[in-house]
């Protein structure tokens, strides 16, 4: 059975239950999650998950951008569980600044004066994002320029752009990407993450960027989807299988990283977590192997692996 999994702000997640009735439910998008636990990665990526039932329910995540400017404006968000935004939620800072996000799900702050590392957190909660606090002299600049942006991308992931010249606050920044507007969730002047527009399509886009009237350089990214197969028949101790994951919108080959999210059900094959490459080509094709230990649900979450390249 093939089940395509796709995302926009959150993963809409096919569960499969025992009796092979299918189900299509919003689950939060696991990159978010893995942006407020482990304070993001220099890279973004989109996480296909297959599971027999429904998985656990997860916590609001916190979107800061990687990057602020000393006494700059910038802005944040924060999602639901769902991966929709969230309104009146509260982040507290390092510093013992607190803000509340507004009716958009997002806040306007003024970055701190000291240089150096400032970490923000959701009321209530232990997991803390980093932002790295720059320099006004050396980082403010009115012509916009883009030093990193991803050469792969997912379609249902976010997209972080760093540079310089955008608008600390979202709204101020246009961007379009194949034509089409895309929503900024948190942004600075040095640092955008930026969604998708929801009909985007697999293959190269250009993206466009604009604040102030000044216009960043042309872009393009190659947006990829990931479409999951695999077996929907119960999971039993000492089974073997195969999931198949299909990349579309590139001949190219990308890395994949795995995570076995229930280990005690499943064991996936090769470690935990687990990178390969796809075959490249006209199918693009990936493997992974899971072994069942226990009858039960397993959760296996498959990332796009695109590390930020130069842009130019």
Known sequence: MSCGLIADCFLDVLALDYNHKMSLRRRPSFVGLCCTLLA????????????????????????????????????????????????????????????????????????????????ASLAG????????????????????????????????????????????????????????PAFVLASSPTSLIVMPPADLVPGRASVDLSCAKHNGPPLEVVFVALDLEADSSPLTPGVHRVLTVHVRGTREKVSLEAKNLAPDIAELVGGNPLRVSSSGGRDNLAHYEIIGRKRGSFLISIRLLAPAAPSG
């Open 125 to 180: 909660r232990e997991a803390r994002v980093a932002a790295s606090v720059l320099s006004r002299a050396e980082n403010l600049k009115s012509a916009m320029d883009v030093t990193a942006i991803p050469r792969i991308a997912s379609l249902s992931d976010r997209l972080e752009i760093e540079g310089h010249g955008f608008c600390g606050g979202a709204d101020g920044n246009e961007i379009t990407i194949a034509g089409a």
């Open 40 to 119: 993001a990665t220099p890279f973004f990526s989109f996480f296909a998950v297959f599971a027999q039932q429904k998985p656990p329910s997860k916590g609001r995540t916190l979107l800061l951008p990687h990057t602020i400017v000393s006494g700059e404006r910038a802005t944040l968000a924060v999602l639901d569980a769902n991966g929709r935004l969230t309104p009146g939620a509260n982040v507290i800072f390092s510093n013992g600044d607190r803000l509340t996000t507004d009716k958009t799900g997002r806040a306007l702050f003024v970055a701190p004066l000291d240089l150096g590392v400032i970490f």
